[in-house]
């Protein structure tokens, strides 16, 4: 079954508006597990600017689901990681000024030195995963380097989508499942994320090779109207549905 990956880190942004303790991301994640996620994940930014180290403490002392941590390929958050050794560390792309994650990693310009990063944090048991787009230079690279999983960039599909640019979006969709195709070959474990909504997750969902779809932002806006447990049931009725046709 295609596994969903719930982000939780703006539930933290919400937090940090007010500089309050509520709302707890650490509710969320367990309202999340309940709902029947299959995972929870988090970035901790070097800003600080939503999940604070406080917050992967208490996640990794009571999640029972398994913790994705996203950051940056720096040495503090690689000590980080190898303090909590959670589950899985995807390593994204981070720049101050962005609102969001904008595009996937340079891997294949940036080998030897994500190569020497990772390492440490296979040896810990973590499972490596690289933020990347669907370019098939940077698929070869995180297969030759030794990362367990690619997570596929999808926000490009979703803001064609968005836009109305059927034909660009079609074309983005088939580097997607090219993609997806050529890193289960290399023997890489796909997922995918980014913009995913009730609306557009339907194509991706449907990519065989796909095996997790890590969604955040749209499920915590959706929670202030629903709820989180039925935002998560339904986004799960999506992807169930899509994979089924």
Not at 49 to 66: F, N
Not at 137 to 147: K, V
Not at 176 to 193: N, P, S, Y
Request: glycine share 10%; with cysteine; net charge negative.
């Amino acid at each position: 079954m295609l596994r969903l990956g719930v982000n939780i880190d703006h539930v933290a942004t919400v937090r940090n508006a007010r500089g309050s303790p509520w709302p707890d991301p650490m509710r969320a994640a367990l309202l999340a597990e309940e709902a029947g996620a299959d995972g929870i994940t988090a970035h901790l930014r070097e800003d600080r600017r939503h999940i604070g180290d406080a917050d992967i403490e208490r996640l990794m002392a009571g999640l029972r689901l398994p913790l994705n941590l996203e950051m940056a390929a720096t040495a503090e958050m690689q000590a980080i990681a190898l303090r909590h050794r959670p589950h899985a560390v995807c390593i994204v792309p981070e720049k101050r000024e962005e609102r969001t994650t904008e595009g996937g990693l340079d891997v294949a310009g940036d080998r030897a030195r994500l190569a020497d990063f990772i390492a440490p944090l296979r040896q810990a048991g973590c499972r490596v995963s690289l933020f990347i787009g669907h370019d098939p230079r940077q698929i070869e690279a995180a297969a030759a380097i030794g990362a367990a999983v690619v997570e596929l960039h999808t926000g490009a599909f979703c803001d064609l989508d968005t836009e109305g640019r059927t034909a660009d979006r079609d074309a983005e969709l088939a580097g997607l499942a090219q993609g997806a195709r050529m890193a289960a070959e290399l023997g890489l474990e796909v997922h995918a994320g980014h913009g995913l909504t009730y609306d557009n997750v339907a194509p991706i969902a449907a990519l065989p090779q796909v095996v997790e779809l890590n969604i955040g932002h749209f499920l915590i806006g959706e929670a202030i109207f629903t709820g989180l447990g039925p935002a998560i049931a339904r986004m799960r009725a999506c992807m169930d549905a899509a994979r089924q046709t």
